[in-house]
């Protein structure tokens, strides 16, 4: 267990990446990175990142800028539903908590789009409090360490190893340095990846619902649009099931046979 330790130490001695949101220690800051971490690549973060953070850059300001404003900062990052959860949980924060990002598991996990990983991600990061976070980079570890030729590896039997290895008084710069050294195997070695039990092949982005989403919420981004304007630009059979979806989840309201993104 030293050996291990002290070869992801001493990888992120040399190799450790320079990344804005690990320079600030301000738990709205790192709220802000683990949702738009959550299933998009370092690179595509990064710009969007300090763009949010310049336009957004307390809890209040946040809370208080209208849905639009927030989605056109957020326009080109993906999954847009995790904008909408980021303002809400803004605001939750705000009337329940003070104003304050919770410091627990538990006040965490009560804020919308924060689910076990992201909370446990946001103790160690912000508060640099020991707890188990497992991504996809970690994950890739500790199958090459400690599981050489085996498959289906399943992730209850990593997190005993995670106990045994956790750098307790320090727990942040051990698991930046366990995510750097898992990028680097993701670059040097595709495979491990499907050595879990867990793996998934990302579903394709080209024709999907999410796509559509996607162009669907940049057209009404400073102006609404009938149904009849929409399709024209977006030709889907499923448009009106889309569109009535955007609604429910509180993106879209509609007024006067207009779609708008909700003030």
Do not use: C
Not at 62 to 76: F, M
Not at 105 to 134: C, D, K, M
Not at 153 to 172: Q, S
């Amino acid at each position: 267990m030293e050996t291990f330790r002290s070869t992801i130490y001493g990888y992120y001695r040399r190799h450790k990446r320079d990344l804005p949101w690990r320079k600030t220690r301000d738990p709205y800051h790192i709220l802000v990175s683990e949702i738009m971490l959550q299933q998009t690549q370092v690179d595509r973060v990064l710009p969007k990142y300090g763009l949010f953070l310049e336009t957004f850059p307390t809890l209040k300001a946040l809370a208080h800028a209208s849905p639009a404003a927030v989605l056109g900062v957020w326009s080109g990052l993906g999954y847009n539903r995790r904008a909408l959860f980021l303002q809400r949980s803004a605001l939750k924060i705000i009337s329940d908590f003070s104003g304050r990002v919770p410091a627990t598991y538990e006040g965490l996990r009560q804020l919308p789009g924060v689910g076990s990983y992201t909370a446990n991600a946001i103790l160690v990061f912000a508060y640099n409090r020991p707890a188990l976070v497992l991504d996809t980079n970690i994950r890739r570890v500790y199958i090459h360490f400690f599981f050489e030729g085996r498959n289906a590896v399943d992730d209850a039997e990593l997190f005993p190893l995670m106990e045994k290895t956790l750098d307790t008084e320090n727990p942040r710069r051990w698991f930046d340095a366990l995510m750097d050294y898992g990028a680097m195997l993701g670059r040097e070695d595709r495979a491990l990846n499907k050595r879990s039990r867990h793996y998934a092949r990302q579903s394709r982005f080209e024709g999907s619902d999410r796509q559509v989403r996607g162009r669907i919420l940049k057209m009404l981004l400073g102006q609404s649009r009938t149904f009849r304007e929409l399709q024209e630009t977006v030709p889907d059979t499923r448009l009106q099931t889309i569109l009535a979806d955007l609604q429910r989840e509180g993106f879209l309201e509609k007024k006067n046979r207009k779609y708008a993104i909700r003030s």
